[in-house]
């Protein structure tokens, strides 16, 4: 196995307002190899977006705090990174896609400088040493006519295109590390196909890690080789994408793709929704936070949590169905 | 409320529990392996309890320390403009020479400065041998200012309210008019409303003050002439946004009719930002009638305003400071408790605002 | 752009019809010493003034005037033109306006984007308190206190009149207070709703320093709107010399609008109101302009690209 080159280990994030505190991450354990990607999927406010943005320590300093936990990026500790520290961690190893690319891009900054403001800041280039980069790195996400358009302001661009440009935003500096949060979510689908198209055959170029942050199961397939499913701030299972699609060990998960239609899948076999809908964080009870959606709920799921359990060298799991005193109900789950 | 909410969770979920044990398990046992039926009251937690959007709006309003002590300021001067006139016992408009430009005096708060004594630090009462106190002193005239700022406050909020309200009237009709037929009927309104919106406010005023007899009512009808384009301009703002709402398609295409529209959908969403307006239309009004008097072009004696008593209080300013201070302390506090109220009211009916 | 033009036109027009009409319905004589001229005398002075004329008459000499630049001759200062009275009484005004605008922009924007930077800090509230202060405490009353504490008792500056630059200070200082309150609340939204935007996100993802953020994404961003609030403070500015000027005695054009007002001159009055309505709407004119040259997003010609 490879050395990781960004790890985290019982991440807790939380967010304080004026009188509650919201416990956004819980516990989050994984580790990137290089030049992999990894997915992690959940519904909204699983907390998936808060840990990408704590990777980089992008947070709202004054609301969300980092409570527990470290993050190692190259076997550094980035919580402990000052200011100056973080700057050169951000964008130059490691590089962040938002969701909407409507609103990721400065309206008022023609789109050649907020490329080129990457490079000035981490690569030292000259102005047309910028220029020309930011012309080639227009040029690799697909957009034609680069070297005119690098004067164009974003809102002379079409969505997809857009998105194509805060890509090139985030490779300019050849990260080693590329946080992708729902690159696709805002898209027309056959925009989303081209713009994971182009992540694929980037990464191909460069070598990146990527995180790709999706609720999107059809998406994980296209691009991960594991998967991170979150559920109200916890990783309830982490594993090789074909592992978790063909033999899924947390009810959640199984929940989820047999909730997604499949074209592989059997005809006669239907849809299955999950019940209810994530709870509230800020007032999770003791127990799997999942028990009250759960079919294969039992009595011990309401009052105590699950520990991760190791299935193989990279699939984990935290379910009390894993536990030997519950094999009944597990043959129930695997049929 | 939340504690509440918690309590109600907790006895679901014992009742959930109720055949095994009231309370939770102490440790993991082989007995807890058991399978159990899924409870759909503990799927779907609908977050914070259901209230209606005024009732919350209101409960966010009261939660802002500054708009809770401007609507406390308001009421308490509103109600000094009413009683206020009557507590000293003396009519604003009985001349007494002998009384004339006597500092504030009241028993007891000397030390705050109301302690009789004029600018060369002589105590006035005791030298002209008065011993009835003045609480907030006299003019020149001898008229008892208490009396004359307490009446003035209710006359300038008088205005203030007459103005903001007829601006409400029009604006409303027109604004609502124009969004509701849209089209011609629109266009050529809005031509109207850019053409108004062009002229400076306040020259309108004075033109119209210059013409009509200054007075109560010629201040409040100078005001509203332009006055009401801004409310015209949110009302219509807010009502085509709505409009164009799916809410507002859907209940057309279930059949509603145009009344049930404006009265269901059309006005109860158009009213935040209504009232919004409407509170800042006051405080400008009242610093447009103190700004008139202060011109010149204001009420006339013995009418008194809080712009005329500072007016007044202007010209003696460096001998009789005090003449100044009173209506000048009171039109701030109502123009900054107006200001902060219609602030408040902004944030806490802005859904965007909402954590 | 020919479209604004013409509704800057159709305005002007309006304005002008309306205060001659206006003026018209005025009670009193325009004439100073109208109660010792005998039937004769008075007639001549109608005739000199052209006011034997119908009214029909009178209004479409007038607007022929207006054509051509000129706003007649004043009432009450025999044998000027109410041009040279507003070219006269213009400079003072435009000198401690522009100096208004100036210091309140300047000294409202550190206190903005102190506010929004130090969001929910002392700092924040501090800034906040006095905005609101500033643009609730009617102008007169604080130029009254400005007058007379730092004029009369303390006496570090002069408290009136119109002698050499120091004379320039307070008034400015008065009337820069509502311009700072307002820049300030604005400013401070601005900077406040550019910061949640995802954009800023992105900047800071790049490593790019907080002060580059800041500077380069926010404050540009927040700034561009600013120009539309230059026709609002313009008019503010506008209203508070008028009283202002009352009270330091600065000889402005908005002093002489009180006086003419005082002693019924009417043409002087209908000619600084005109200025002062065109100066407005060239000031709403030329924001729309900048405003269209500073956002990309919105094209010269006035229409919204989105």
Not at chain 3, 164 to 169: C, V
Request: glycine residues 8%.
């Amino acid at each position: 196995m490879y050395e990781p080159i960004l790890s985290v280990d019982n991440l807790h994030v939380s967010f304080h307002s004026q009188n509650r505190v919201v416990k956004a991450v819980r516990g989050v354990s994984f580790a990137l190899q290089k030049g992999e990607t990894l997915a992690i999927v959940g519904e909204s406010g699983s907390g998936k977006s808060v840990t990408a943005k704590s990777l980089m320590r992008m947070l709202p300093a004054q609301t969300a705090k980092i409570t527990e936990g470290a993050i190692r990026y190259d076997n550094q500790d980035v919580l402990s990174f000052s200011p100056r520290e973080l700057q050169k961690l951000r964008g130059k190893e490691i590089s962040m896609v938002f969701q909407d690319p409507m609103t990721s891009l400065n309206p008022t900054m023609k789109i050649g400088r907020q490329i080129m403001e990457g490079l000035a800041k981490h690569e030292k280039l000259t102005k047309s040493e910028a220029k020309q980069k930011a012309i080639q790195m227009l040029e690799m996400v697909g957009i034609p006519q680069a070297a005119e358009r690098i004067d164009a302001y974003p809102h002379q661009f079409s969505g997809g295109m857009r998105q194509r440009v805060v890509i090139a935003i985030a490779l300019a500096c050849r990260p080693k590390v590329l946080i992708a949060d729902e690159p696709t979510t805002a898209l027309d689908v056959t925009i989303q196909a081209q713009i994971l198209d182009l992540m694929r055959g980037l990464q191909k170029q460069t070598g990146t890690s990527i995180i790709l942050i999706t609720h999107d199961l059809g998406v994980v397939a296209n691009m991960a080789q594991r998967v991170a499913v979150m559920y109200t701030g916890e990783i309830v299972e982490i594993g090789p994408v074909h592992e978790i699609f063909t033999r899924p060990q947390h009810p959640y998960t199984k929940g989820l793709l047999q909730s997604m239609p499949r074209l592989d899948a059997d005809r006669s076999e239907p849809l299955v929704p999950i019940p209810g809908s994530p709870p509230d964080v800020t007032r999770l009870m003791g127990g799997c936070s999942f028990a009250p959606r759960c079919p294969y709920v039992m009595r011990v799921c309401h009052h105590f949590s699950p520990q991760s359990t190791s299935l193989g060298p990279e699939h984990q799991v935290s379910c009390w169905l894993q536990d030997r005193r519950a094999e009944e109900m597990r043959r129930s789950f695997c049929s | 409320m939340s504690a509440e909410l918690g309590k109600n969770e907790s006895t679901l979920v014992s009742q959930v529990h109720s055949h095994s044990s009231v309370f939770p398990p102490a440790e993991v046992t082989d007995d807890l392996f058991v399978h159990e039926p899924l409870d759909s009251r503990l799927q779907e937690q609908v977050s914070g309890q259901t209230v209606s959007v005024w009732k919350d709006a209101w409960r966010r309003l009261l939660k802002n320390r500054g708009t809770v002590i401007a609507m406390c300021i308001i009421v308490l001067i509103t109600l000094l403009a009413l009683i206020g006139p009557q507590l000293s016992g003396l009519p604003y408009d009985e001349q007494n020479l002998t009384f004339s430009n006597l500092p504030p005096k009241v028993a007891g708060l000397e030390w705050l400065g109301f302690d009789g004594k004029d600018a060369k630090g002589i105590d006035q009462y005791e030298a002209r041998g008065i011993t009835e106190h003045f609480w907030f002193g006299t003019d020149e005239f001898g008229r008892d200012l208490w009396t004359r700022v307490w009446k003035g406050t209710q006359i300038s909020l008088t205005i203030a309210l007459l103005a903001a309200l007829l601006d409400l009237f029009i604006g409303v009709a027109y604004g609502g008019i124009s969004a509701f037929y849209g089209g011609k009927i629109d266009n050529v309104m809005q031509r109207i409303i850019e053409v108004l919106v062009g002229i400076p406010n306040l020259i309108v005023i004075i033109l119209f003050i210059l013409i009509l007899d200054p007075g109560i009512f010629s201040i409040v009808l100078a005001m509203i002439v332009t006055g009401w384009v801004g409310m015209a301009r949110v009302v219509r703002g807010q009502m085509m946004q709505i409009k164009a709402q799916e809410f507002v398609l859907a209940s057309r295409a279930l059949g509603a009719s145009n009344s049930r529209l404006i009265v269901k959908h059309l006005l109860p969403n158009a009213v935040g930002p209504i009232l919004v307006t409407l509170m800042f239309t006051i405080p400008t009004a009242i610093f447009f009638e103190a700004f008139l008097s202060f011109i010149g072009l204001g009420l006339q004696p013995p009418l008194a305003s809080l712009g005329v008593l500072i007016q007044d209080g202007y010209v003696s300013m460096r001998y009789f400071t005090y003449k100044l201070v009173f209506p000048g302390i009171v039109i701030s506090a109502l123009m900054i408790s107006f200001n902060l109220l219609a602030d408040g009211l902004r944030d806490a009916l802005d859904p965007r605002m909402k954590k | 752009m020919l479209k604004r033009v013409g509704y800057m036109l159709v305005t002007l027009f309006i304005i002008a019809t309306a205060t001659f009409f206006l003026m018209k319905t005025l009670p009193g004589t325009p004439f100073t010493n109208a109660d010792r001229l005998n039937e004769q005398q008075l007639e001549n002075m109608k005739a000199k003034y052209g006011l034997d004329q119908p009214v029909a008459i009178q209004y479409v000499r007038y607007l022929a005037n207006l054509v051509q630049g000129d706003l007649g001759m004043s009432f009450k200062f025999m044998g000027r033109s109410v041009n040279e009275v507003i070219f006269e009484r213009i400079g003072p005004s435009a000198l401690i306006g522009f100096q208004a605008l100036i210091v309140g922009t300047f000294v409202g924007l550190g206190l903005g984007v102190v506010s929004a930077l130090r969001h929910n800090s002392i700092w924040d509230y501090t800034s906040v308190t006095l905005a609101v202060l500033g643009m609730s405490i009617p102008s007169f009353v604080f130029a009254a206190l400005l007058q007379y504490y730092l004029g009369l008792k303390w006496g570090l500056l002069p408290p009136a009149l119109w002698k050499g630059y120091e004379y320039t200070i307070l008034p400015t200082l008065a009337l820069s207070v509502t311009v700072i309150a307002t820049v300030a609340r604005f400013i401070r939204t601005e900077m406040l709703d550019v910061i949640s935007q995802d954009y800023v996100m992105t900047a800071r993802a790049k490593g790019l320093s907080e002060t580059g953020v800041i500077v380069k994404h926010v404050l540009r961003n927040a700034l561009i709107p600013v120009v539309t609030m230059l026709g609002p403070l313009a008019v503010n500015i506008m209203t508070g010399t008028l009283v202002i000027e009352k009270i330091f005695s600065v000889p402005g054009l908005g002093e002489q609008f009180t006086l003419s007002i005082v002693v019924n001159d009417y043409s002087v009055i209908m000619g600084i109101t005109l200025f002062y309505s065109l100066l407005f709407i060239l000031m709403v004119f030329v924001v729309d302009i900048l405003y269209g040259l500073l956002d990309p997003r919105i094209s010269v010609r006035g229409a919204k690209a989105k």
